[in-house]
């Protein structure tokens, strides 16, 4: 026999002290769970044509749908959220961990790593980094490595560097953003969050290379507030989530610079 899989806010029973914990006294309500994006999505509190990009360790850009996707290509991955409708994903291998190479490699903190690249023009006077610094896994290419493309002697600064790093490690993710729309995913609304969110330069070079506004909430721990609503959920019996309120947040616009995409996309396939 097959166990049962409960809905989204659907309780399948209590469980007993014994198990639940000595101390929750007449055990605890056993609720369904959700993935650590799905989470985070109910966290945020998002609708269809809300799209997270996730820059942590790991890259996820990732969309709340009405209807189930299919990508033979295999650059979104179909999952289910965690109210009943879709979670298609892009997941990048490569993410804050470029930044923090950037850092390494020019000897400056985070702060001074925003500061360089935001000196720097956008497109970096044609310096070009292809970030699969550990391979990539969107595309698949594990064993690919970061490179360097475009260097000229006018180039060749601390800003420029700095810029094409971050410049590099968005346009992995504008891909999958892409590979989303592709799927006819709806893209109305871009959220920011993960550490490398908390960077200035990711926050003012994401729309330039977004081409549309990005939204920042206040630095928070999405997944687990995505946790407690549901057991909310669960716990009230209702036929929907509780309505959610998140925090306070920024949003940062730009003009679109196409050449960042289009010098990135140049070069991608080379490596």
């Given at each position: 026999m097959l166990p049962r899989v409960l809905g989204p806010g659907e309780s399948g029973g209590v469980a007993a002290g014994s198990v639940a914990g000595a101390q929750v006294?007449?055990?605890?309500?056993?609720?369904p769970g959700a993935g650590d994006n799905a989470g985070a999505a109910l966290g945020l509190g998002m609708v269809p044509g809300?799209?997270?990009?996730s820059i942590g360790t790991s890259g996820v850009v990732s969309a709340i749908a009405a209807a189930q996707t299919a990508d033979g290509t295999g650059m979104v991955t179909g999952f289910a959220?965690?109210?009943?409708?879709?979670?298609?994903?892009?997941?990048?291998?490569n993410a804050s961990r470029v930044?923090?190479?950037a850092r390494r490699v020019l000897g400056v903190d985070h702060a001074g790593l925003s500061r360089l690249a935001l000196q720097a023009p956008a497109g970096s006077d044609?310096?070009?980094?292809?970030?699969?610094?550990?391979?990539?896994?969107?595309?698949?290419?594990?064993?690919?490595?970061?490179?360097l493309h475009g260097l000229r002697l006018g180039n060749t600064t601390p800003a420029h560097v700095a810029r094409a790093h971050v410049?590099?490690?968005?346009?992995?993710?504008?891909?999958?953003l892409d590979a989303l729309r592709d799927l006819g995913v709806a893209?109305?609304?871009?959220?920011?969050?993960?550490?490398?969110?908390?960077?200035?330069a990711v926050r003012r070079i994401a729309p330039q290379v977004f081409g549309m506004p990005v939204t920042v909430p206040e630095p928070g721990e999405y997944v687990a507030d995505g946790a407690a609503r549901q057991a909310a959920w669960v716990l009230s019996g209702e036929a929907s989530?509780?309505?959610?309120?998140t925090s306070s947040a920024t949003v940062y616009e730009a003009e679109g610079e196409p050449v960042v995409r289009e010098q990135y996309a140049a070069v991608r396939d080379l490596v």
């Open positions: 006294e007449g055990g605890a309500l056993i609720g809300d799209v997270a990009v959220d965690a109210t009943g409708a879709y979670l298609p994903l892009a997941c990048t291998l930044l923090d190479a044609g310096l070009v980094l292809v970030p699969y610094l550990e391979g990539e896994r969107t595309p698949n290419r594990p064993d690919a490595t970061g490179t410049e590099g490690m968005l346009c992995g993710l504008a891909d999958g893209v109305d609304r871009l959220v920011l969050i993960g550490g490398g969110a908390q960077s200035e989530a509780p309505r959610w309120t």
